[in-house]
């Protein structure tokens, strides 16, 4: 919610996940360096975010990490948006359900059943949400018409 589309991808990567709880400081300095890159680059992939193969491995290994669970991760962002929450003015919560397969393959500790539940169909759900702020129009353009959230 307090991503804005001319933020600068390192400010935007400081203020989401610099309060991530890692239990070194590189570990998060680390974290914040990924989002930059991914804030910068969207739908790249790790390998064509970096330059150098040290920060590529350096990624992979930090998601490999006993510390790098989603909670911790997204610490300092869930912080943030909570905090936005609170302001006054409107804030909309669009979530969206998407099932993801790993069918036809060897049953995998911690995959359910998803679909019909036939034979073989594994998989889990990833429930996503996007907040977004609704901005109203300046005083002096409002109309009689009512807004859209208004019944």
């Keep these: 919610m307090s991503f804005c589309a001319s933020q600068e991808p390192p400010l935007w990567a400081e203020q989401?996940?610099?309060?991530a709880e890692m239990s070194d400081v590189?570990?998060?300095d680390r974290l914040v360096a990924i989002a930059e890159a991914m804030a910068a680059t969207p739908g790249g992939s790790i390998p064509t975010l970096f330059a150098h193969p040290y920060d590529i491995k350096a990624a992979?290994?930090?998601?490999?990490h006993p510390d790098a669970t989603p909670d911790n991760?997204?610490?300092?962002h869930r912080d943030l948006v909570l905090s936005e929450?609170?302001?006054?003015?409107?804030?909309?919560?669009?979530?969206?359900?998407?099932?993801?397969?790993?069918?036809?393959?060897?049953?995998v500790p911690g995959l359910g059943p998803i679909g019909n539940?036939?034979?073989?169909?594994?998989?889990?759900?990833?429930?996503?949400?996007?907040?977004?702020?609704?901005?109203?129009?300046?005083?002096?353009?409002?109309?009689?018409?009512?807004?859209?959230?208004a019944s």
């Design 60 to 64: 992979y290994n930090l998601f490999k």
């Design 26 to 28: 590189r570990r998060t």
């Design 85 to 107: 929450m609170h302001t006054p003015g409107v804030s909309l919560l669009l979530e969206d359900t998407t099932e993801l397969s790993f069918s036809g393959r060897k049953p």
């Design 73 to 76: 991760v997204q610490a300092g």
């Design 117 to 149: 539940g036939a034979a073989g169909l594994q998989g889990f759900f990833v429930h996503s949400v996007l907040g977004v702020r609704w901005s109203a129009p300046p005083s002096d353009a409002q109309s009689s018409r009512r807004p859209p959230w």
């Design 16 to 19: 989401h996940f610099s309060g």
